[in-house]
Nanobody, 122 residues
Framework: QVQLVESGGGLAQPGGTLRLSCVASGIIFSINNLEWYRQAPGKERDWISS???????AYADSVKGRFTISRDNAENTVYLQMDNLKPEDTAVYYC????????????????WGQGTQVTVSS
């Protein structure tokens, strides 16, 4: 089965940095889009960044200029470099992938990771 596993979350001070990773594993033919979402307690899950197969990137206004998304196709990995963290960045961060896999009944399907907790507090 396809698995997306996030890592790199933890506790950071305001103004600090964290680097999240998400590794996709399984019988994967190709990965199209990779995205990061986050969900704060009691809030809806919000999209924050995307990177396409062609390395086109997009960011939500809330993180633009502070977060950087990148990907390593050879390792089926997407990263989220988070700089100048703010308390409002506190959330569970989820990796999402649009990919083609052996297990999918469609040419492409979306898969989610389990999330990694990011807490920004002094």
């Amino acid at each position: 089965q396809v698995q997306l596993v996030e890592s790199g979350g933890g506790l950071a001070q305001p103004g600090g940095t964290l680097r999240l990773s998400c590794v996709a594993s399984g019988i994967i033919f190709s990965i199209n889009n990779l995205e990061w979402y986050r969900q704060a307690p009691g809030k809806e899950r919000d999209w924050i960044s995307s990177i396409t197969r062609n390395s086109y990137t997009a960011y939500a206004d809330s993180v633009k200029g502070r977060f950087t998304i990148s990907r390593d196709n050879a390792e089926n990995t997407v990263y989220l470099q988070m700089d100048n963290l703010k308390p409002e960045d506190t959330a569970v961060y989820y990796c999402n992938a649009l990919l083609s896999a052996y297990y999918s009944g469609k040419p492409y399907a979306y898969y989610w990771g389990q999330g990694t907790q990011v807490t920004v507090s002094s």
